[in-house]
């Protein structure tokens, strides 16, 4: 039986992916600090002999007294409203947080991933962004501390792999939505279907024009899962590639609930992205992976999840 340590496994990924290998036959670590995670994420895999919850920070020393074949450093502040709430924080674990979980698998001659993000294209002069991209980010701008803690990250992942040649993966991850998202996470998914559910104004920022791509939650953690078994240790994209902008995600989410919701304009924030798409080349060719759950189909689960919170 194999064992996986996943920080921030009582997260939204995370969660996913403790189920996900614990289906699989994995003995889980699940690893989290609990300042976004939720102990609830794992609520219906707690009683499973081979899941194990331990509630610390990774800035901190990691001490795991038995073998670990697999380091899933997935720990990370990873919303706007988050990271510009908590900006040290949100910098520590992108840097301390990877130095000791990189540290705890080299001394468990473990295999290593890091999820990055695509944050570390910034406000992208490129589109779609491939991973051969260097990025467009404001090093002092607020989201900052996220950007540049990430880069970081990716960084400090491929020295010690080609210092001490560790067996390491970088999983670089577009805009995700699905089941177990905070409600008040300030994500455009769960904030627009919040505010539709109850009929309020679904707030878009600046002309709404801005494009994001959405990948269902299941689609990221098959990917995710296939990279892991896959010998290939540069940044890798995943996402879906299908753009949406702003506008049409919100008009979708008003259509799918039947709110009678209007839209909203607010003026945007600083440094945020008018661009993110991913280029998927490299994961189709590598892993033999594309997102197969479309948008419509991932709302709708996604929809009746928030719901069932409102009960």
């Known amino acids: 039986m194999k064992t996986a340590l996943i920080t921030g496994g009582a997260g939204f990924i995370g969660s996913h992916l403790c189920e996900r290998l614990i289906d699989e036959g994995w003995k889980v670590i699940c690893m989290d600090n609990l300042v976004t995670g939720k102990t609830e994420n794992t609520r219906h895999i707690s009683e499973n002999k081979n899941f194990r ?5 990774v800035t901190n020393r990691i001490d795991i007294g038995e073998d670990i074949d697999y380091v899933l450093h997935f720990a990370s502040i990873a919303s706007p409203k988050d990271y510009v709430e908590y900006p040290i924080p949100t910098l520590k674990v992108g840097t301390l947080g990877t130095h000791n979980a990189l540290g705890l698998a080299k001394a468990k001659g473990a295999k290593f991933m890091f999820a990055s993000t695509s944050e570390v294209y910034g406000d992208p002069e490129v589109n779609p962004q491939p991973e051969s991209y260097w990025g467009h980010v404001n090093p002092v701008g607020v989201r900052s501390c996220y950007d540049e803690a990430k880069r970081c990250g990716e960084a400090l992942t491929m020295a010690y792999h080609r210092k001490h040649e560790m067996d390491t993966r970088i999983v670089r991850i577009f805009n995700t939505y699905g089941p177990r998202m905070r409600a008040n996470d300030g994500r455009a998914v769960p904030t627009f279907i919040t505010q539709a559910i109850k009929n309020r104004p679904l707030t878009v920022f600046g002309d709404g024009k801005q494009t994001r791509s959405f990948c269902y939650i299941s689609d990221l953690i098959e990917g995710i899962c296939r990279l892991m078994e896959k010998d290939y ?9 299908n753009e949406k902008t702003m506008i049409e995600l919100a008009e979708t989410i008003i259509k799918i609930t ?6 909203e304009f607010r003026s945007l924030p600083e440094d945020d992205p008018r661009q993110r798409c991913p280029d998927i080349t490299a994961a189709k060719r590598e892993l033999g992976w594309k997102p197969v759950v479309d948008l419509r189909e991932g709302l709708l689960k996604t929809v009746q999840y928030f719901r069932s919170l409102t009960i």
């Open 258 to 263: 039947g709110s009678e919701s209007k839209i």
């Open 53 to 57: 919850y331990i509630n610390h920070d």
């Open 233 to 241: 240790h540069l940044p890798i994209n995943l996402g879906n590639p």
